[in-house]
């Protein structure tokens, strides 16, 4: 789920106006409304921050985009990789905020890392059989 959505889904879930929640966080409801429905994002961090503290909600809940890599990742590698997969995208997540990318290029990117992450388990985990294997063989 997007950004945008995510705040629709909240906000409609309070019965507010889009109005109330710009006021709320000190912002214009002109830039609320750019969140919402031209899939813009806060250029400031403490945004997301207020948008939490005001729906009650995690700020990784609106700081996160790609629920379907932490899913997998927990699907495939556990507790673990889902902690791992988090903490990848929170480390991210300034650079996709800044508004710096195009929202296409930032799926290029999350894609890229997806694939690569996902490599790289595969590799360690056919790395770490061996090495098993290897060591109860002596």
């Known amino acids: ?16 106006k889009q109005t109330e929640v710009a006021e709320a966080i000190g912002i214009s ?11 813009r994002y806060p250029r400031k961090r403490e945004i997301y921050y207020k948008l939490a503290e005001f729906f009650g909600c995690d700020v990784n809940y609106l700081l996160t985009e790609d629920e379907e890599f932490v899913v997998r990742a927990t699907e495939q590698y556990g507790t673990g990789g889902k902690r791992e997969a988090e903490k990848l995208v929170s480390q991210l997540v300034g650079m996709f905020a800044g508004g710096e990318l195009s929202e296409e290029d930032r799926d290029a990117v999350m894609r890229a890392l997806t694939e690569a992450y996902f490599e790289c388990k595969a590799d360690n985990k056919k790395y770490a059989q061996k090495k098993t294997v290897s060591s109860s063989n002596k």
């Open 1 to 16: 789920m997007k950004f945008g959505e995510k705040l629709v889904k909240l906000r409609t879930e309070a019965g507010l």
């Open 29 to 39: 409801r002109r830039n609320y409304i750019s969140y919402e429905t031209e899939g």
